[in-house]
């Protein structure tokens, strides 16, 4: 039976890490409301020394949007159709990701869809892995770029972010859109 790590203390971290075991990662229990959510995650090697503590919160940044993710039911996505084109392009390989049933047109290009949980977490994870290829490929920045735009919105809206429907539930919403909007016309 495969045990999972529990805590370790800073002598057992020391000890693992001569050993060239991965560092233990403990994602909050009370942010994900999973009893004991841990994973492992390879220590990178890296001049910076306050890189690995990065590297840590950034992968329990991402484990508890993946495990949010996982536990909602639909998350609506507004985008330009052009950025809803490269979503489908990325994920749809994912063996998570399912085409959405419809996906309508607004105004300026726009497009409204609905996904499911589980493509949401196809985005996040898929997102999260074009980000981490593209990082230091300078000749495909706007892959890069984009795929970083889309997880960190997607992350933002799955941990963050609810918006009420006009029937009063709340909806995890995925805006990518950072036009400034309009409050009203000068007198």
């Known amino acids: 039976m495969n045990e999972i790590p529990g805590p370790v203390s800073d002598g057992e971290e020391e000890q693992r890490a001569r050993d060239g075991l991965p560092e233990v990662v403990t994602v909050p229990a009370a942010a994900t409301q999973v009893s004991a959510a841990v994973a492992t995650a390879p220590a990178e090697p890296s001049a910076d020394p306050a890189a690995p503590v990065q590297h840590k919160q950034d992968r329990a940044q991402h484990l508890e949007s993946v495990l949010r993710a996982a536990a909602i039911a639909s998350a609506r996505v507004i985008c330009h159709r052009d950025t809803w084109s490269f979503l489908i392009e990325q994920t749809s390989q994912h063996p998570h990701f399912r085409l959405p ?7 300026d290009g726009m497009i409204e869809t609905s996904l499911s949980g589980r493509s949401v977490l196809a985005v996040l994870v ?13 000749e495909d920045m706007a892959t890069w770029a984009l795929a970083c735009a889309v997880y960190q919105r997607t992350r933002l809206a799955v941990t963050d972010t ?8 709340q909806v995890t919403t995925i ?13």
């Open 101 to 107: 049933e419809r996906i309508n047109d607004l105004d």
């Open 126 to 138: 898929t997102m999260r892995k074009v980000s981490d290829d593209y990082a230091s490929v300078d």
């Open 162 to 169: 609810t918006h009420t429907r006009p029937d009063g539930a």
């Open 175 to 187: 805006v990518l859109d950072d036009r400034p909007t309009t409050t009203g016309q000068a007198a």
